[in-house]
């Protein structure tokens, strides 16, 4: 490290570090010290799809498998992430609807589970920043209240959806994405490929291709194979951050603290802490995905220009969530393909996704191992496997303007790539445990990003959301 | 690192375009039956034989010898499995159709089907026969 001490240091460089150090850069030129401190290593793109096309190459040892990394105690659940720079930036699809302004309300609207300490008017602004800032290609018309245009134009709909867009206006609208429409400065256009993870055209956005430059910054110093396990407190403060990195111990000191990591590695941190509030690593979850191939008769599904070419929204919002639970369909285009004589093609795929609520029978711990989190998940809900029967019954009518032949539920996917919850936020420290500027509510010089901060789920996506929180936070706090 | 674990390390597996992995045996046996189970689905098709033979030897190359493998194979074939009863035989047709030029060449079944190379995303030109780069929205098939 090039000083002893630091104005903040920076856990992670996915998604929350990297928006949350893009706001406190633009609002602190030239005079800050930041520290970086990340898990894993710089492994770039290029080097990504050499592997890919068969190369063996070095740096394949930076793809650390998930469950290496934590104690994971039910083997039917996967958790998928990936650590390295540019955390699950590397390993999303970049799909990014908004949140609904509804699913700040829960409580107040529905009866279940809390409602967040923030409205959706509130963190508007920083939506609209944070896709500027990933060049999200999207339609004018959308569920969600809206005051820019998306940088990009939207994708291209199928005849499929063009017809559901025609019946359902902006409940079906083609997907809010990262997923390039066309070229960028810094991406190539999307090809549909249908393999986002690592994008064989480089169209998706990530932290690498962001052109954010922050970790370029020459306030900001990087160490890499930095493994964060604890914070030193003193009188409620901390001081500290302690790492490993060589299999040698290492602290830093800072006056900031910003938890970046996954929630399943904030969690542990906090843990290792001394962390006693009882809702710390509690209620972590993610959402319900079920795909369903819809058979056509006489009507392709070519036509497409991305992986999900579009979201329905039919099956989202309404006083059904009193009892079950919000449904966002992503229409699909992978290729399922038929081999019936000129049907090829006649074939769309939906992707149920419900969301799903807090239940601290679900939580994350700590273990023998300072540096591995126990993760301890116990299942869904019932609202949300409730939500599933009834999408059931309702699709049949949902899809009646199509020539449907058949419907084919596959079995639900173990896990739909989101890690949410943990470090809840609230407007008090009896009933969570950040506050709304994600703030630890006792440890007021620490932050605590990313999805694990989310009061309750969505059926949406989370990384367009945990971006625009970090935007928020720092631009408030700072 | 293996390429199945890549992919799945890679993000959330949504009928993506994975080999499925460990079933399958290089015997004749294997392949006769999964090749029959091709020309059987796709028999509307010309299928170039000697191409139909390197994409199942393709297909199953890095497998174990499994016995069980190989008499699944046979049973799928006799008990009259198609792509709608059997993820394998679909898996298997799948695969193969993406992997010729049958949609580079729109489709057209007068066209002898040409296997191009076993499927994969990171080196196919055009990975996805629903993208409009291969085929637009108003384009019916029928």
Request: aromatic share 14%; net charge neutral.
């Amino acid at each position: 490290m090039k000083n002893d001490k630091y104005d903040l240091i920076v856990v992670g460089t996915g998604f929350a570090s990297s928006f949350f150090l893009q706001k406190y850069l633009a609002k602190n030129k030239g005079n800050k010290k930041v520290l970086v401190l990340e898990r894993g290593y710089f492994y770039s793109h290029v080097e990504k799809l050499k592997v890919r096309r068969g190369e063996s190459l070095p740096d394949i040892k930076y793809e650390q498998k998930w469950d290496s990394l934590v104690e994971n105690f039910n083997p039917k659940k996967d958790w998928h992430f990936t650590t390295g720079y540019g955390g699950s930036s590397n390993c999303w699809w970049g799909c990014t609807p908004r949140f609904m302004p509804s699913d700040f309300k829960m409580n107040s609207l529905f009866g279940v589970a809390q409602d967040w300490p923030i409205s959706y008017d509130d963190i508007e602004p920083y939506y609209d920043e944070a896709e500027e800032i990933m060049q999200i290609s999207g339609p004018d018309d959308t569920p969600f209240p809206k005051n820019g245009k998306y940088p990009l134009p939207p994708h291209r709909f199928s005849k499929v959806d063009e017809i559901l867009n025609k019946k359902y206006g902006n409940k079906y609208i083609s997907q809010p994405t990262a997923r390039a429409s066309r070229a960028t400065a810094n991406r190539n256009a999307c090809m549909a490929s249908s393999t986002c993870g690592t994008c064989p055209v480089d169209a998706k956005f990530s932290i690498e291709n962001s052109g954010m430059m922050v970790y370029q910054n020459p306030q900001v110093e990087i160490v890499y194979g930095a493994q964060v396990y604890k914070l030193e407190m003193v009188n409620d403060v901390a001081r500290k951050v302690c790492y490993m990195k060589d299999e040698k111990e290492y602290t830093a000191e800072g006056e900031v603290i910003a938890l970046g990591a996954n929630p399943f590695f904030n969690t542990n941190i906090l843990l290792n802490s001394g962390d006693k509030n009882q809702f710390t690593g509690k209620g972590f979850g993610e959402q319900l995905g079920i795909q369903v191939l819809i058979y056509l008769d006489n009507l392709s599904n070519a036509g497409g220009s991305t992986w999900v070419n579009a979201n329905g929204y039919m099956l989202y919002d309404g006083q059904h969530r009193k009892d079950y639970a919000a449904c966002l369909i992503e229409v699909n285009n992978a290729p399922f393909i038929r081999f019936e004589e000129n049907k090829w093609l006649n074939i769309a795929s939906f992707r149920l996704v419900f969301e799903d609520l807090p239940d601290d029978k679900n939580y994350i711990t700590t273990s023998a191992n300072k540096l591995k989190p126990e993760v301890h998940y116990d299942g869904r809900s019932d609202y949300a496997e409730k939500a599933f029967k009834n999408a059931k019954i309702e699709l049949p009518k949902i899809l009646s303007c199509l020539p449907v032949e058949r419907l084919k539920y596959l079995d639900p996917f173990p896990n739909e790539g989101h890690i949410i919850g943990g470090t809840r936020m609230s407007a008090n420290a009896e009933t969570g445990v950040v506050d709304k500027y994600l703030v630890h509510h006792k440890y007021r010089n620490v932050f605590v990003l990313g999805a694990g901060a989310f009061t309750t789920y969505s059926a949406a996506n989370p990384s367009l959301t945990l971006s625009a929180l970090s935007l928020f936070a720092a631009d408030k706090m700072f | 690192m293996e390429r199945r674990s890549f992919l799945l390390l890679s993000g959330v597996l949504v009928g993506m375009v994975a080999i499925p992995p460990s079933l399958y045996f290089v015997s004749p046996g294997i392949k006769k039956y999964a090749a029959k189970l091709i020309e059987k689905e796709l028999s509307y098709l010309k299928l170039d034989k000697e191409g139909l033979n390197n994409y199942i030897n393709d297909y199953f190359k890095n497998g174990s010898n499994n016995v069980m493998a190989n008499v699944k194979w046979k049973v799928l074939y006799y008990g009259r499995s198609d792509s709608n009863s059997s993820n394998n035989v679909n898996d298997l047709l799948r695969y193969y159709l993406l992997s010729t030029d049958f949609f580079l060449n729109q489709m057209n079944v007068e066209k002898t089907v040409k296997y191009l190379g076993i499927f994969d995303p990171y080196k196919s030109p055009i990975a996805n026969p629903f993208s409009y780069i291969l085929l637009p929205a108003n384009q019916q098939i029928t």
